[in-house]
């Protein structure tokens, strides 16, 4: 038997729990499982629990968008709190405040690819060394997605363990009552907020002719 005649997953048994394929659920039953699915209202922590997902559409060409996300220094103009971006003495590392925190350092590295145009950020409150806070990134053409020309931005964040107990106290500035996880039931919101912020920025620049990259970036 050449390998394009063997069947998909035959490692599996047909009835492994969580597995829904039409060969083993045709769509007359499975339709009821996806209605079931379906709901008018839905609770906060099933939507936005675990991740958190926002998208925005942007009308700005998806090159100059990445390369503006790519710039670790772009997050103090579109982020709502992070402000006053340093090096942090290592090769990539920045140090800024997040005002979310009063006067809380916060630590950023950059990772972007270009040929994904994916950009994540990978943060953390207080200390450099363990940056568990990672903000996932992805700009797509939106003639592909959409037809239309400019970008389509996506953003995930996972909720990490560290979000509900700050696994570094000791680094912690004394008088800081809030942690970043405290935030989170309103990361959803934020988060879409600051996206705004990036499609106000990105639009602007790129209709009246000014680089969406400012050069002080780079400098």
């Not at 997040?98 to 994904?116: F, K, M, N, Q, S």
């Not at 989170?184 to 620049?205: D, P, T, V």
């Amino acid at each position: 038997m050449t390998a394009h005649e063997i069947a998909p997953l035959p490692d599996l048994p047909a009835d492994l729990p969580g597995l829904v394929r039409i060969e083993t659920s045709d769509r007359h039953a499975t339709t009821p499982i996806i209605m079931d699915m379906l709901r008018s209202v839905y609770p906060h922590d099933q939507v936005f629990g675990k991740y958190c997902t926002v998208q925005e559409y942007i009308d700005c060409p998806p090159d100059e968008v990445f390369r503006y996300l790519s710039h670790t220094r772009s997050l103090e103009e579109w982020t709502y709190s992070l402000r006053g971006f340093t090096p942090a003495g290592e090769p990539g590392l920045w140090l800024a405040y997040d005002r979310l925190g009063d006067t809380t350092e916060i630590y950023t590295r950059t990772v972007a690819h270009p040929a994904a145009m994916t950009v994540d950020y990978h943060c953390a409150w207080d200390q450099g060394k363990h940056l568990w806070m990672v903000y996932l990134m992805r700009v797509v053409d939106a003639r592909t997605v959409l037809d239309v020309d400019g970008s389509v931005v996506l953003w995930t964040n996972c909720r990490h363990p560290f979000y509900d107990e700050n696994p570094y106290p000791e680094t912690a500035p004394a008088d800081r009552v809030p942690w970043v996880g405290d935030f989170w039931e309103m990361f959803a919101a934020g988060h879409q907020l600051e996206m705004s912020n990036l499609k106000a920025i990105c639009e602007y620049r790129w209709a009246n002719d000014l680089p969406v990259t400012p050069t002080w970036m780079s400098e």
